[in-house]
């Protein structure tokens, strides 16, 4: 690059960063790039792993839906598991959402707009003793960025053209186009051991080996999850336990015994109807998420195939009503794609406020004078709490009548949704796991084959094309405003169009024992992590 470009291009990546809401975390990663990667702090994290003693238990709201390959793992059990068992070269911190360096010995260097390299933790090893190399680095994006994969991160790092060694410490990232988010967006994608992984995708996804403070140690659905402490980690979180168990409680009442007996130190998910009694006994702190409750048609089947049904729909929903009796006024309805208190928010030109003649005018628009089907919904204590008073709304319009049934998660999407069996879901969905820009949030569901092609089947769409196009457009934008822009129009075009839209966004309740935990955090994310945190009792 020559000298004098640099200047400019400095300016469009600080603006970048500041309209991505990610100018704060930029800076709090280049001040503690030091402090990582020295060699002191290598050393102090791998005293502190030896020093790792007792035990955490944890009652976990989300069934364990999908297996743990962080190339293909959506569920949010198995992803929170994902955070201690696996290393990305950047993490973000689950609770503070700022990164750090994980397997990266020093902050990404920009060699120029479209050149990055990252050189590698010296030291670093695998749970089954082996070393982390530049070949497990390169191997664990490729993998990631191979269509026939059909991974679930490759809509993130769409700007990656090729990942080569440099050497034995240096991985070199060739980029299709500049990306000034390069540097924590790498966090999407986990290490993972090329000669295990290769070899059996589907056995190491059942038995995953990682690089993170803990190691898997057995996994039983609908029981209990077990990890032990990996006693060679030498990076930032060493494991402040010995061992460490999460019991899959999807029943809210025995999480809540869990927690009030002391059986678990920490429980997810608190029952809105429990948050004043346990906090009088434990800590409990609720959150405010882009953790949304979404409605998904199935587009390609009549007559959700017309906009003005699924406009209907959410009309036709008492969303306030709903909000304040099953969640106790616990969430926000949605005026836009993210939460109000997003860095990017900007208020949709279509907002869904209760409007049942609204909701009648349309079906008789779009030439539906009787409207039956079956809505899905997943087992969630909340979404069960929420689902039959969605559908009172429902019924109460003339000509419409719907049913229920609620399924696990993976008996949702794996038996239903991903087979074309379904016309209308209400689930739960929450990306900000992976990040917090408004790019990640919407690439999530509007971007690739797993959500607009393969779920909710949108993608041959006029408006889904335009989507993409605008995505583009804001991804590679020079300055502030015209990101904002294109950002602001996809909002726009996926509320009037509302092929999956969010009916509202929660916030999420986590409670803990302060004498038995210490450093634990609750997050603005669904799930609960470990990371820093030490038993106390």
Known sequence: MPLNNLAATEGSRRNFLKVSGLMGVAAAFSAGIAACSSPDSAGAGAASAAAGTGTIEAGISYALSTGFDPMTSSGATP???????????????????????????????????????????SGATFHNGDDVTVDDVVYSFERVLDPKNASLFAQFVPFIKSVKAKGEDTVVFN??????????????????????????????????????????VSATKDDKIVFKKFDDYNG???AG??????????????????????????????????????????????????????LMFNCTKAPFDKKEVRQALHYGMDTESIIKTALLGNAKPATSYVQDTHPQYVEADTVYGYDQSKAESLLKEAGVNKLEFELLTTDTSWVK????LILESWNKIPGVKVTLRSLQSGALYDENVDSGKFSVVAAPGDPSVFGNDMDLLLSWFYRGDVWPKNRFRWNKTAEYKAVQKKLDEAATAEDEAKAEAAWSEVINILAEEAPLYPIFHRQLPTAWDEDKLEGFEPLPTTGVSFLGVTPTA
Do not use: C
């Open 79 to 121: 992803f929170a598991a994902n955070l201690h068992i696996f290393e990305g070269l950047v993490d973000l911190h689950p609770a503070t959402r700022e990164p750090y360096l994980a397997l990266a010995a020093a902050e990404p260097k920009e060699v120029d707009e479209t050149t990055w390299e990252v050189k590698l933790r």
């Open 175 to 216: 980029l299709e186009y500049a990306f000034p988010l390069f540097a924590t967006r790498i966090s999407v994608v986990k290490i993972v051991p090329k000669k295990i992984a290769s070899k059996d995708q589907a056995g190491f996804d059942a038995k995953p080996i990682g690089s993170g403070p803990y190691q898997l």
């Open 236 to 238: 930032k979180y060493p």
């Open 241 to 294: 336990a010995a061992d460490m168990t999460w019991y899959l409680l999807s029943d809210a009442a025995a999480r809540v015994t869990a927690a009030e007996s002391g059986r678990v130190a920490a429980i997810e998910d608190v029952p809105y109807l429990d948050v004043d009694r346990l906090d009088s006994k434990i800590t409990v702190k609720s959150v405010q998420s882009f953790g949304l409750l979404f």
């Open 385 to 388: 709490d929420v689902a039959p």
